[in-house]
């Protein structure tokens, strides 16, 4: 399917809004709020606080994690019928950590366009204020809620060796950096909060030195780790030994086996195939 996204066809717009400071918005984001028919919101009270504040009057329906699905058909009905639709969410670029993907998807399903508008997002202004080598970077998010799993995750990106970027809450910032002391080793990290507000803040040392200063730290996180730069060179392992490796680690065999194929680039059958006929 190709997407001609400048033409007549009604739209599913995904619009950036403001992390925190409400000048961070385009001139464009503005103008497509006011020319669509309807927004998709996440919270209607935050997204109309951000239309009062420039005089914009829309209708407003709601779109979160929890509904998502539910107002597909809707959202669909309305594009048939000539409407076009922004998608908001209570900051920053749908989708990314956000809601919208599922609605996203549906509407690409359909044969209506979407078109994602350049903007504001949080770890963008993270990496390249953080002092961490910028490329290449992978874009985590949110890591799981329970330490265990936790760990899980953070074994696996362990030997990558390029800068990675979470989002964390005031709540688990500890537990977090602790968890990615014990994993990751000491990295240097940049912990980066409440961007483009008036208490911004952004922390860089290495992960033991920042986890006592954590206490004292409120709003919202976004944390830049320093890649891997004792890499292991994964053309010296054979099979067996590089699944081994994450397997000492404390990952699942299985889990081990899908990190080994993608690392290499191959099938997760001849992986499976390689390590158990050894």
């Not at 809707?74 to 670029?93: A, P």
């Not at 994450?246 to 001849?270: L, P």
């Amino acid at each position: 399917m190709i997407q001609k996204s400048f033409n007549d066809t009604p739209s599913l717009y995904l619009i950036p809004t403001p992390i925190g400071n409400l000048d961070d918005i385009t001139v464009r984001s503005l103008n497509t709020l006011k020319t669509v028919d309807v927004i998709l919101c996440e919270d209607t009270r935050d997204t109309g606080l951000l239309l009062s504040h420039y005089d914009i009057k829309k209708k407003l329906v709601s779109c979160h994690e929890y509904n998502e699905d539910k107002i597909i058909e809707k959202v669909v009905s309305m594009l048939k019928d000539g409407l076009n639709i922004g998608l908001v969410t209570d900051q920053g670029t749908p989708i990314i950590s956000d809601p919208g993907y599922i609605v996203s998807r549906g509407v690409i399903e359909a044969g209506f366009n979407v078109i994602s508008l350049p903007g504001a997002t949080a770890f963008v202004p993270a990496l390249t204020s953080s002092g961490i080598e910028p490329s290449p970077f992978l874009f985590y998010g949110f890591l799981n809620s329970k330490s265990s799993k936790q760990k899980t995750e953070l074994k696996s990106l362990k030997n990558l060796k390029y800068t990675i970027i979470f989002y964390e809450s005031v709540h688990r910032m500890k537990e977090t950096l602790s968890n990615m002391l014990e994993i990751l080793g000491d990295r240097k990290i940049a912990v980066c909060r409440e961007l483009s507000k008036i208490h911004e803040e952004i922390v860089r040392d290495n992960i033991s030195n920042i986890i006592p200063l954590v206490d004292t730290m409120k709003g919202e996180f976004v944390i830049v780790v320093e890649g891997n730069k004792e890499i292991v060179d994964f053309s010296e392992l054979d099979v067996i030994e590089h699944v081994k490796m994450y397997v000492e680690d404390g990952m699942k065999e299985m889990d081990a086996i899908k990190q080994v194929a993608k690392e290499r680039g191959v099938a997760k059958s001849i992986i499976y195939s390689e390590y158990h006929k050894k």
